[in-house]
């Protein structure tokens, strides 16, 4: 499991709050899995329904919050997007796919630069949300079923 020792420690003291605080962090370009985040809070004996709810909301929420950083900024985003092989590959699916390469938003590493792309080539918000939200939620609990 890929956890920052801090992020563990947070977690452990803070719980739930945790959860949603760390979700939405994951889900912006810091390198953090979310999934392992909501593995490890229930490894160590957090309430499944709830953890699964913070992380939900807190992971949607910091993909809300690429989106708009992409929208509000732009164009100045690209060449650092550009610089990595994720950031460059998300550009390049959402250029070409539009709105459809969302449903790769749930993915590791892609994801999160194509939330990013989804802003700064303005797919309307409201189609935005309705793919990469369920996407993300989905992807939860799938990991609260199999692996509680």
């Known amino acids: 499991m890929d956890i920052s020792p801090w992020m563990l420690e947070f977690i ?23 999934a392992a985040i909501l593995l490890a809070a229930l490894a160590a004996g957090a309430p499944p329904v709830p953890s699964l709810i913070a992380c939900s909301i807190g992971n949607s929420a910091g993909c809300a ?51 990013i792309a989804a802003g700064i080539f303005r797919i309307p918000f409201l189609k935005f949300s309705m793919i990469v939200y369920p996407l ?13």
């Open 12 to 34: 452990n003291n803070y719980g739930i709050l945790a959860l949603f605080v760390t979700s939405f962090i994951a889900a912006t370009i810091v390198p953090a899995s979310s």
């Open 65 to 115: 919050g690429n989106y708009w950083l992409g929208y509000l900024i732009g164009k100045p985003l690209i060449p650092r997007l550009e610089r990595s092989k994720s950031g460059r590959k998300a550009l390049e699916y959402t250029q070409k796919y539009g709105t459809w390469s969302l449903l790769v938003s749930w993915t590791p590493f892609l994801g999160d630069p194509i939330t």
């Open 136 to 148: 993300r939620i989905v992807g939860y609990c799938i990991i609260v079923v199999f692996f509680v």
